[in-house]
Structure formats: structure tokens, C-alpha cells
DNA sequence: ACCTAAACCTGGGCGC
DNA sequence: TGCGCCCAGGTTTAGG
């Protein structure tokens, strides 16, 4: 699944193969996917290409700029051949194509202005992301300080965290050695400091990996991750050491974790 | 105001 | 072999 490391791959092949280009079309298969008039991004050309939490920015010349949420499924190729699971095709002036693949349709498209952005995007609404400078363990004492909910589904909220889903939050706990349902609150200092280098480690992991293809996610290039190839805890049976896995339902998502490992 | 559960979708895997 | 149920999880929305 995207997560901050997946689409910050994606955004930097699309800094990559598409910045400079000039859209000619969209072809829309699915429209509830797409919000906004085509009509306001033809013509236009892509000046550069960003990324909120786990939200891509493509910027064009005349001060549109497109969202893209993958969500699950989604994919973002160039240069690639449609499939059955293909639901929007930009095709530029020199006839190359950008195809958005979505075995299951909760992705989406929207043109919105480019200086509302920061308003729809912004720190009210998406919290500070591993490695940024806001992202302390002086912050991460006072979220966790105000709340008795699971320190797993406070991790993946992206009001007060941005950019981390199942995947990492599951090794960035396990790597800390801290049990998923453990209350935030009852988190002590230490464990805080731990789980923030956890986080931080996990997510450069991720980078370094190029994302995780547990499922669907394919880089712009169409090709797979590799970092569920050193997934401490995820969908395993076994973890590193060799000790079995528990699996558990937690805020609605699959949790995986040591029992041994993890207190 | 708070939290939980359901909804959005579809293919793959599993059980019978 | 085949049918049908359940599961996967980011995010929003509805309900309690």
C-alpha cells in the first residue's frame, strides 16, 4: 500500500518523466475518480511535482495544479500499456502517456487551484512527517500525552502524524519494541525516543527500497519495491529472531506483532 | 465532543 | 472442480 515511502518514490519519478511536459489529454474511464474540469489542466504545462503526506502535487504553468491520492491500489505508470485495471490517461504533446491504474477504485484525481493547496493541505489537516524538523520527540510526548487510544492507530492518524500506514507502523513498533495496543499515554520518555528513531528508521527503509510491493504498488516505471523483502513484521509468520508472529484486529486493521519482542 | 463501525471496491485465497 | 464467503487498508461518512 502508498505510504510516505511509496509516494515519495512515485513523486520523484514523476520530477522525473514528466516535469516540462505539456498535457493534451485526459481520457477519464471512471469519472467519479476524477474531480474537476479536464478542460482547466489541457494545454497546460507540468512546472513541478510535490508531495503532502501521502498526496501528490503535480503543478502546471497556468495555476492548476492536479491531487492524486492512491490509496490502495492505485498506480501511477509512464510509458506503460493499459490493462483492465486502467481508469485515467493523461497523454501528452509528444504522445507519451501517464496511466493511473486502480484494481479497486478508491483512488482519486483533482484539479484544484494551485494556491489553495496550502488550505486543503495544510498543517490543520495533516500533521509533520518523519524527518521533518517539526517531527520531535518533544511533539511526540505531547500527542501521546493527551490520548489513551491504541499507540499504533496514533501513529497512522494523519492529523497528528502524516504519512505513515499499516506497514510501517507495524515495524516501526516492532523495531522499538513496543506492543501496538499500548495506550499513547503510557508510553514512558525513553520508549517515545525510541519509537521516534524507530519511526525514522523504517520510513528511510522504506526510501532506501524503494517502497514495499506487499500488494499492488509499482513505481512510475512500473516495477515493484523491495522492501518487504526486510519487513520485520508484516504479513510474517516469523520475525527476525525466529519467533512466531501474532496477528490481531486493532482500530479495524490488521496488527501485527512479537510477544516476546514487544512490551 | 468523542469513538466506533460501515462504506467505498474488487481480485485472490480459502473453506466447504 | 467450483461456488461463495471473507480479507486486504486509506480515508470519509454515518451512527451511537
Redesign the pocket.
Known amino acids: 500500500?502508498?505510504?510516505l515511502p511509496e509516494v515519495e518514490t512515485i513523486k520523484k519519478g514523476l520530477s522525473n518523466k514528466i516535469v516540462g511536459k505539456k498535457i493534451a489529454d485526459v481520457d477519464i474511464r471512471v469519472p467519479?475518480m476524477f474531480m474537476g474540469n479536464p478542460r482547466d489542466i489541457c494545454g497546460a504545462k507540468i512546472v513541478d511535482a510535490k508531495r503532502v503526506?501521502?498526496?501528490l502535487e503535480i503543478v502546471l504553468d497556468n495555476g492548476y495544479s492536479i491531487l492524486i491520492?492512491l490509496?490502495?491500489t492505485g498506480q501511477l505508470i509512464y510509458g506503460a500499456r493499459e490493462n483492465?485495471f486502467t481508469r485515467i490517461v493523461y497523454t501528452f504533446s509528444d504522445k507519451t502517456k501517464l496511466i493511473f491504474n486502480d484494481?479497486?477504485?478508491?483512488g482519486w484525481h483533482k484539479i484544484v487551484k494551485s494556491d489553495e493547496v496550502m488550505k486543503l493541505l495544510g498543517p490543520d489537516k495533516y500533521g509533520p512527517e518523519p524527518g521533518s524538523k517539526d517531527f520531535t520527540v518533544e511533539y511526540l510526548k505531547q500527542i501521546f500525552s493527551k490520548?489513551?487510544?491504541p499507540i499504533k492507530s496514533v501513529l497512522?492518524d494523519?492529523v497528528r502524524i502524516s504519512g505513515i500506514?499499516?506497514?510501517y507502523a507495524n515495524d516501526a513498533l516492532y523495531l522499538a519494541g513496543i506492543l501496538p495496543a499500548r495506550p499513547a499515554k503510557s508510553l514512558s520518555d525513553k520508549e517515545i525516543s525510541k519509537l521516534k528513531l524507530a519511526i525514522e528508521k523504517v520510513i528511510a527503509l522504506g526510501l532506501k527500497y524503494g517502497g514495499s510491493s506487499e500488494n499492488t504498488y509499482v513505481n512510475i516505471e512500473g516495477k515493484k519495491g523491495r522492501y518487504m523483502e526486510i519487513t520485520a513484521v508484516y504479513?510474517k509468520k516469523k520475525d527476525p529472531k525466529g519467533h512466531d508472529i501474532k496477528?490481531i484486529?486493532l482500530?479495524?486493521?490488521?496488527t501485527f506483532f512479537c510477544s516476546l519482542c514487544q512490551k
Do not use: C, D, W, Y
Open positions: 500500500v502508498p505510504e467519479k503526506a501521502k498526496i491520492h490509496k490502495l483492465s484494481l479497486r477504485k478508491f490520548t489513551i487510544k497512522m494523519q500506514g499499516n506497514i504479513q496477528k484486529q482500530g479495524g486493521r490488521g
